[in-house]
């Protein structure tokens, strides 16, 4: 008897487990949103052609290969905010595989403080509009309301 009762009990408890381990992946899952889900996966297949067609490490990949990466990606015209999502990727896929993340370092958060700042220069100001633009675009504006149809 005492048998049967520390089967069940090992029974129970690795239901329990089982539902913890559910429950736990679930709120991970939960963590970001799909569509942040749908981005990294896309980032890593990007991270991945491209050490690929260049022949460099993927997993793990060295600091050196994540800054080439960024810097090429910059080069591409991709913004700041894109590339740091990348690095959020490929952070996430090594410290899922159980390798430190290449991303944590000196040198990959200087070539992204750089980036930044090359990309953060103004905008080249545009010349203000003057009274006659401003009239045309209103003129442009009501004529297409029933209104102005209507009354004409």
């Not at 980036?115 to 905008?123: C, F, L």
Request: hydrophobic content about 40%; charged content about 30%; proline content about 5%.
């Amino acid at each position: 008897m005492d048998k049967l009762v520390k089967i069940h009990q090992k029974q129970l408890a690795q239901q329990e487990l089982d539902s913890a381990w559910n429950s736990a992946r679930r709120y991970a899952q939960k963590s970001r949103s799909e569509n942040t889900w749908r981005a990294y996966q896309n980032d890593w297949q990007q991270f991945e052609a491209w050490c690929l067609k260049l022949n460099l490490r993927v997993l793990p990949a060295e600091p050196e290969t994540v800054a080439m990466f960024i810097a090429s990606q910059a080069a591409d015209g991709l913004n700041p905010s894109t590339l740091t999502r990348r690095l959020a990727a490929i952070r996430m896929v090594h410290l899922g595989a159980g390798y430190p993340s290449p991303h944590n370092t000196i040198f990959v958060s200087e070539v992204l403080r750089g980036i930044r700042r090359d990309w953060g220069r103004p905008p080249e100001r545009k010349a203000a509009a003057i009274d006659e633009e401003i009239k045309k675009m209103v003129d442009a504006a009501e004529s297409k309301t029933l209104k102005y149809l209507r009354d004409r």
